[in-house]
Every structure is written in C-alpha cells, then in structure tokens.
C-alpha cells in the first residue's frame, strides 16, 4: 500500500482552524465523511473513541489519528495542517499542526497497522515535516508525500 493509494488530493486541508483537539478530530471527520461517502458523526465518535484510549500524537507536531469503519472498501487517509496548533496529548506534550488519520475496512488486520507504521515512519522525518508546513496546496503536500514514502521504500 503506498500513500498514493491512501491518500487523494481532496481528503487534503491546508489551512485548516479547529481550537482544540475534538475540533481537530472533527475538522478530519468532516473530510473523510465528504470524500469516503461515510456520516461524519459515526467517523468523529471512532476517532474520539481511539483517541480515549490512548492520544495519537506521536511527537514533533504530529498526530496520527486512526479507526476502523464500517462502508470503507479499502484504507484510506486524511491529511490536515492546522493554522494554529492544538494540544494533543502527544508523548512529547508538543501541540500538534500536522495530522494524518487513516480510515480502515472494520475487518482489516495487518494492512492497517503496517499502513499506520509506514506514515508514522514517515512523519519522523524533520526536513519532511517542514516542507509539509511550508506547502501551500494540496497538490504539492500530496506530491511531498508520495515523492518521500517512494523514495523510502525504494532505499529500503
């Protein structure tokens, strides 16, 4: 699965407002109901639901929301840069700007955690990170990266 597959240029926000973490989740929510054909209120409440269990922010600025829904065919995922970042409980207590949720199948096993490994992966990358900010359009954060996970794994 690579993140071209993951990832469509309409599930990416730029420029993104949400004053604290729901609203971040919502913001995300919104997103994936408009693109995967899902409702908004069932996507927030699993994300809300993954998210008491354990935060998904990972450090750096980045979160990497994650659930599994009924009506998905196939992982999918949602990019958003937030203007202003929020708290996130991340494990460094770093508010969080940059978000990548991933959508699963409800039945999907290692796919969808080799697909969240893979982004996390991904994400630990400082230069990345800040091109990532510094990008003003869905374009070219989706060609950011595709371009970084291709030449990832064609080093690996």
């Keep these: ?7 469509d240029r309409q599930a990416i926000s730029v420029r ?8 971040a ?5 919104e997103i ?11 996507v927030l409440d699993a994300l809300v639901e993954r998210e008491a269990a354990d935060s998904t922010g990972v450090g750096h600025g980045v979160a990497v929301p ?16 937030l203007e202003h970042p929020v708290d996130f409980e991340s494990v460094d207590d770093q508010p ?9 199948p409800k039945g999907a096993g290692a796919e969808h955690l080799r697909a969240l490994a893979r982004v996390s992966r991904l994400l630990r990358q400082a230069t990345l990170r800040e091109q990532l900010r510094q990008a003003r359009t869905a374009d070219v954060v ?3 990266l595709v371009q970084e996970a291709s030449a990832r794994s064609s080093a690996a």
């Excluded at 989740?25 to 929510?29: E, G, H, M, P, Q």
């Excluded at 969080?96 to 699963?104: H, R």
């Design 1 to 7: 699965m690579n993140i071209g597959e993951l990832l």
């Design 25 to 29: 989740l919502a913001v995300i929510a």
């Design 16 to 23: 993104a407002s949400a004053a604290n973490k729901k609203k």
């Design 96 to 104: 969080v700007d940059l978000l990548f949720a991933l959508f699963a």
């Design 32 to 42: 994936a109901a408009r693109n995967f054909s899902l409702d908004a209120g069932v």
């Design 142 to 144: 989706h060609a950011l």
């Design 66 to 81: 994650h659930a599994r829904l009924e009506g998905l065919e196939r992982m999918r995922g949602v990019f958003v840069r």
